[in-house]
């Protein structure tokens, strides 16, 4: 594994101020914010949605990854009490040449992403505390998302979004609805690795039922939908992390336009990604 990426100076970017009451969200500006930030995703990701940690990540309480050395992490924070209560990763190309690899590619075949010109980005390690999972904390996670993609010029964002539990029965009517509806154009498609495929297409068309697969998807995968986002070809069930993955593309022009301003959709917010 390489050392962590010091010329990449992530704790020397920084964001425009953006605030809503008592929330402000940042990028993390030291070692201590990105404990931070692995402590709410070991709370959310292992405590909350059940996925199996290691000794280590036991006994620490935090959800640590080296793929953290190499990305620029997003914080919200409730500036009354200094606690972080939302955070997202985002690994940039330079940063992935360096590591060696996005963690999507561990999951799917992500060939088509990787040859878009100019830069890309995954988005990774979503989530909010329970009590946090408000409009106000949504708004301000997707204005920090909009703001550094602006800022980095990013070109095509993406990242695995995650349902909770490997039981595939209970998702046929989302998985099929995403196949029918929102399957990203040859040229983008991801595919998810043969060792874990699952197929999407469980349904015919004509069997799918709009309003019931829009219940069983996560608000996440919601989220991105609405700001016109595609999913890759086929979804990785991974035991482990108790959780079954779709790829998520979303094109610049999507989230930067619709959700970096109009984004309020109040709900929980829990992601592998």
């Known amino acids: 594994m390489a050392e962590p990426l010091i010329a990449f100076n992530r704790f020397e970017k920084t964001l425009p101020p953006l605030k809503s009451g008592t929330l402000e969200v940042r990028l993390a500006r030291s070692e201590d914010d990105i404990k931070a930030a692995q402590r709410l995703r070991y709370e959310v990701f292992y405590e909350e949605c059940g996925a199996q940690s290691d000794p280590t990540m036991a006994s620490l309480k935090q959800d640590v990854s080296p793929v953290d050395d190499f990305c620029d992490v997003l914080l919200v924070i409730d500036i009354a009490t200094n606690k972080t209560v939302g955070t997202y990763r985002f690994m940039l190309r330079e940063a992935a040449l360096e590591y060696g690899s996005y963690f999507t590619a561990s999951e799917f075949d992500i060939s088509k992403l990787i040859t878009v010109p100019g830069q890309i980005m995954e988005l990774g390690r979503s989530c909010v505390q329970k009590a946090y999972r408000t409009r106000p904390t949504m708004q301000l996670l997707w204005r920090g998302i909009g703001a550094y993609i602006q ?123």
């Open 151 to 273: 800022q980095n010029r990013v070109n095509l964002c993406f990242g695995c979004a995650s349902f909770i539990g490997t039981d595939v029965s209970q998702y046929k009517q989302a998985l099929s609805y995403l196949y029918h509806n929102h399957l990203a154009p040859p040229e983008l498609r991801a595919r998810a690795l043969p060792s874990h495929y699952q197929e999407m297409n469980l349904l015919p068309a004509e069997e799918v039922q709009p309003k019931k697969a829009l219940r069983q998807l996560p608000p996440l995968i919601k989220a991105y939908l609405r700001a016109g986002g595609y999913v890759g070809e086929g979804a990785y069930v991974d035991h482990p992390f108790n959780s079954i993955d779709i790829c998520i593309i979303v094109p610049r022009e999507k989230v930067t336009g619709r959700y970096s301003q109009r984004y309020s959709h109040p709900s929980a917010f829990g992601e592998k990604i």
